[in-house]
C-alpha cells in the first residue's frame, strides 16, 4: 500500500508493521488524568484495587512485602503515588485514597458491596465510595466496567477502569495524547456507523476458511476513545481506542483459542454460540465448553464486535492488545454497560454474568489469519482489514477527507 501524506507518522506503513518501534512520551500522570477527566479542579479522586483476601493485604500496603501482586503493586507505584507526590496538586484535586474490593475472579462480574481501606477498615462501596469521590480509578486483576458503568449512572461519578497495568501499558497505551485517540476513534467510528452487516474470513492452517456473519441492522456505531470529560457520569476504559457495535443477529463459524492452547470451531445461530468442535489440543476443554453452552445458553450470547483503533505494541494484556489498528475482537456474555441488552439477571448463575473478549490478533491467534473482514452498509461495499492489516478504505478514513 502507497503511503498516506495526510497521516501523522505514527500510522505511516513501517509503524504499522512494527509498532513496538513507535516513539512514544514518557507517561504522565497529570498529563493523562488531565485529559481524559477534563475538569479536574476540586475532584475528589481515589483508587480501587483487587485482591482475594483484601482486608489484610491492602492494610498497611501489606501486599507490597508479598510476592506476586503485579498490577496491584504498579496501581500503587505510577497511581497511587503519583497522585500523592504532586499529580493531585498539579490538577487541583484531593483524596487520592486506595482502597481493595475482593477478586470476581471473572471479567466485567458485580462487586460485592465490601471494600477495605488502608487501615485495615471495612466500608461500604456504594455508601463511602460512590457517593464521596468524583473520580475512581480501578486498577484490578479482572475488569470492572460494566459494573462500575452502571454504578456512575447511579451515584453520578466518573472513573477509568485499568485492569491488566503493566509496564508496557503505561509506556504505550497510556502515554499516548487522548485528544489524538479520540480524534481517530471517532474517524472509523463515522467510516463504520450504520453498517449493515461485516463479514469475517478466517483461514485456519488446515486450509478452510470459515466465515462469521454479524447483522448490526444498520445501528450506529459506538466508540471507546479514552476521554471522559465533563461532569456527566461516564467511565473510561484505558487504554482506550475502539470501534464497537452490539450485534443485533450472528450466524456462522469462528476458531476459538482456548486458554490452555486448545482451538475450537465455534458454530454461531441466531446471535448464539450452540457448540465448540475440537480443531487441536484437549478434547476436555471443548466438552467443558459445552458443557456451560448447554446448563446455561446465555453465556455463549455474542454481545459485542469490536475493531481496535490504536497502533500499539503487543502488551500480552487484552485490554490494550484489543485496541489494536487491524485487529477485531468478539465478545460473549452480558453487554448492558455498552448500550445492549444482556444483563446479568438473564444468567443461570451469577458467576456466569462475564463480558468475555475473543480477540483475534497475530499475536494471540497465531494459528489461524483474519484473511478478510467486510462491512455492508447500504449499496456500499468496503473491505475493512486483509491480514491483520487496516486495508485502504480505513487508512482512507484516517488520513481525512483528502484520502490517501
Not at 473510561?236 to 486448545?262: C, I, Q, S
Not at 445458553?297 to 492488545?321: C, H, K, N, R, Y
Not at 444482556?342 to 494471540?364: C, G, Q, R, W, Y
Request: charged share 25%.
Amino acid at each position: 500500500m502507497p503511503p498516506c501524506a495526510n497521516l501523522p507518522a505514527y500510522l505511516s506503513e513501517e509503524i504499522l508493521l512494527h509498532p513496538e518501534n513507535r516513539d512514544f512520551p514518557p507517561f504522565d500522570l497529570v498529563r493523562l488524568l488531565g485529559t481524559v477527566f477534563k475538569p479536574t479542579q476540586g475532584c475528589r479522586v481515589c483508587i480501587l484495587t483487587d485482591f482475594d483476601e483484601p482486608a489484610g493485604l491492602i492494610k498497611d500496603f501489606n501486599f507490597l512485602q508479598q510476592p506476586g501482586f503485579p498490577v496491584q503493586k504498579k496501581a500503587h507505584e505510577a497511581f497511587y503515588q503519583g497522585l500523592k507526590n504532586g499529580a493531585m496538586k498539579s490538577l487541583g484535586m484531593s483524596g487520592g485514597e486506595m482502597f481493595a474490593y475482593k477478586t470476581t475472579h471473572g471479567s466485567n462480574l458485580d462487586l460485592e458491596d465490601e471494600v477495605w481501606d488502608t487501615n485495615g477498615k471495612q466500608l461500604s462501596l456504594d455508601a463511602d465510595i460512590y457517593q464521596k469521590y468524583d473520580l475512581i480509578l480501578c486498577i484490578s486483576t479482572f475488569s470492572a466496567t460494566a459494573p462500575l458503568t452502571a454504578k456512575a449512572k447511579e451515584f453520578g461519578f466518573r472513573g477509568a477502569t485499568l485492569h491488566g497495568l503493566n509496564d508496557i501499558i503505561l509506556g504505550s497505551g497510556l502515554a499516548v495524547d487522548y485528544e489524538d485517540v479520540s480524534k481517530d476513534a471517532e474517524k472509523l467510528r463515522l467510516a463504520l456507523t450504520k453498517a449493515d452487516d461485516i463479514e469475517i474470513d478466517f483461514a485456519l492452517e488446515d486450509g478452510r476458511v470459515l466465515t462469521a456473519w454479524l447483522g448490526l441492522g444498520g445501528q450506529e456505531a459506538q466508540k471507546s476513545h479514552g476521554l471522559c470529560q465533563g461532569e456527566k457520569p461516564d467511565i473510561a476504559n484505558l487504554p482506550a481506542g475502539e470501534v464497537y457495535f452490539v450485534p443485533k443477529d450472528a450466524r456462522g463459524h469462528f476458531p476459538m483459542k482456548y486458554e490452555d492452547g486448545t482451538l475450537g470451531v465455534l458454530t454461531v445461530e441466531n446471535r448464539n454460540i450452540i457448540k465448540s468442535e475440537l480443531i487441536s489440543g484437549n478434547q476436555a476443554t471443548i466438552d467443558a465448553h459445552n458443557a456451560r453452552l448447554a446448563d446455561d445458553p446465555m453465556t455463549g450470547t455474542l454481545g459485542e464486535l469490536g475493531f481496535g483503533t490504536q497502533v500499539l505494541p503487543v502488551s500480552g494484556a487484552d485490554i490494550q492488545d484489543e485496541k489494536v489498528l487491524g485487529t477485531c475482537h468478539l465478545a460473549t456474555g452480558r453487554d448492558d454497560h455498552l448500550g445492549g441488552d444482556i444483563v446479568p439477571d438473564m444468567f443461570k448463575k451469577h458467576e456466569n454474568s462475564t463480558h468475555d473478549d475473543i480477540l483475534f490478533a497475530p499475536h494471540k491467534t497465531p494459528n489461524f489469519n483474519i484473511k478478510q473482514v467486510r462491512m455492508k452498509r447500504g449499496n456500499q461495499r468496503e473491505v475493512l482489514i486483509e491480514n491483520f492489516r487496516p486495508a485502504r478504505y480505513l487508512m482512507d478514513a484516517l488520513a481525512g477527507n483528502g484520502g490517501c
